[in-house]
């Protein structure tokens, strides 16, 4: 049974940073993309940041480009969201990811896994709130 366990959400101030973590368990962690999806309340779950496992190659959305990082530990099976310079608008419940399939399906992991985000795994997602 594939799980996605995330943690390190919670409630803080403009300005400071959060660091997210996703536990993947019952698949196979390498040569898969993997990523961090938000949702704000009324609005659609977007792609924040996404890697490839195996090069680890990443890729950001504009919207936090420069002030998000993604990162893991392979030997951990263990996918990072670091948020840095947190603004009320990155208030949002933050989900990890991973592709269904092994590869990158010919194209980038953010087109993966937005293409296919019906067929994602998903974890429960853990809640960012900042304040102003």
């Known amino acids: 049974q594939v799980q996605l366990v995330e943690s390190g959400g919670g409630s803080v101030q403009a300005g400071g940073s959060l660091r997210l973590s996703c536990v993947a368990s019952?698949?196979?962690?390498?040569?898969?993309?993997m990523g961090w999806f938000r949702q704000a309340p009324g609005k659609e779950r977007e792609g924040v940041a996404t890697?490839?496992?195996?090069?680890?190659?990443?890729y950001y959305a504009d919207s936090v480009r420069g002030r998000f990082t993604i990162s893991q530990d392979n030997a951990k099976n263990t996918l990072y969201l670091q948020i840095d310079s947190l603004a009320p608008e990155d208030t949002a419940m933050y989900s990890c990811?991973?592709?269904?399939?092994?590869?990158?399906?010919?194209?980038?992991?953010?087109?993966?896994?937005?293409?296919?985000?019906?067929?994602?795994?998903w974890g429960q997602g853990t809640q960012v709130t900042v304040s102003s």
């Open positions: 890697i490839y496992t195996s090069s680890g190659t990443t």
């Open positions: 990811a991973a592709a269904r399939s092994l590869g990158r399906g010919g194209g980038t992991c953010y087109s993966l896994l937005v293409r296919s985000r019906g067929d994602n795994y």
């Open positions: 019952g698949l196979s962690y390498s040569n898969r993309c």
